[in-house]
């Protein structure tokens, strides 16, 4: 069983169109993330949900947005790609609590690439 | 401003060596030191982690070493073998609600040749 899904694994788009990316953790975890690796491999967070609660916004264009029904799915919708946003985007999630919390389970990616 | 500084950015090491991959951070509030391992089309995996309050943790051939005065911590895979070969990338974060919040460093390619 895969404990972090996210799809899809490719994404190849024109520019200016609107795309999502879907996650979804069967870890019963609380936290949600989701990164950006650029093509040098940087990674870098963009947002965090906790039990369905924004709690991390880093400084992203508004042209994303994330969204989450439920604690165990947290959904990416970015619009008017921009060549720019190609790079690998993973879905994340971790314990909230204790003192395991702080471990990160990462999806496979979704590697988006915008023509 | 990068608050973790990885070193080197890729690494070249014989069947058998050892690897070093070091790690400099600036804020004194992080307090937990994770490393991860990244296989191409693969997510990075927690592979051994580190709080300050100890100077160094062993997980088979995976030693982290802590040093808090010099807010540097390293990662040494010892007898290295060539599935080791990986992107590795340190971080840091805080205990408490935005402990998740890791801010990782620049990440490592390490290749191991046989």
């Known amino acids: 069983d895969t404990a972090v899904s996210q799809t899809p694994k490719y994404l190849v788009t024109q520019m200016g169109n609107d795309k999502s990316i879907k996650c979804e953790q069967n870890?019963?975890?609380?936290?949600m993330y989701w990164y950006k690796q650029d093509s040098k491999k940087f990674l870098k967070i963009m947002f965090s949900?906790?039990?369905?609660?924004?709690?991390i916004n880093e400084t992203v264009p508004n042209r994303f947005s994330p969204k989450s029904p439920d604690k165990a799915h947290l959904n990416l919708h970015i619009n008017s790609l921009e060549l720019g946003d190609s790079a690998v985007y993973f879905c994340?999630?971790?314990?909230?609590?204790?003192?395991?919390?702080?471990?990160?389970?990462f999806g496979s990616g979704t590697q988006l690439s915008v023509l | 401003q990068q608050q973790v500084k990885q070193s080197p950015q890729s690494l070249i090491v014989q069947k058998g060596g050892i690897s070093i991959i070091n790690c400099a951070y600036e804020?004194?509030?992080?307090?937990?030191f994770p490393w991860y391992q990244q296989f191409p089309g693969k997510g990075p995996a927690l592979l051994i982690a580190i709080r300050p309050d100890v100077s160094e943790k062993k997980e088979g051939r995976f030693t982290i070493s802590f040093n808090k005065s010099a807010k540097q911590f390293s990662l040494h895979i010892m007898d290295s073998q060539p599935g080791d070969s990986a992107t590795y990338f340190c971080a840091a974060s805080m205990l408490g609600t935005n402990a998740g919040k890791s801010t990782f460093g620049d990440g490592t390619t390490l290749t191991v040749k046989p």
């Open positions: 949900y906790n039990n369905k609660e924004l709690i």
């Open positions: 994340a999630s971790s314990p909230i609590g204790g003192t395991t919390n702080e471990k990160l389970f």
């Open positions: 804020n004194t509030a992080f307090d937990y």
């Open positions: 870890l019963g975890h609380d936290t």
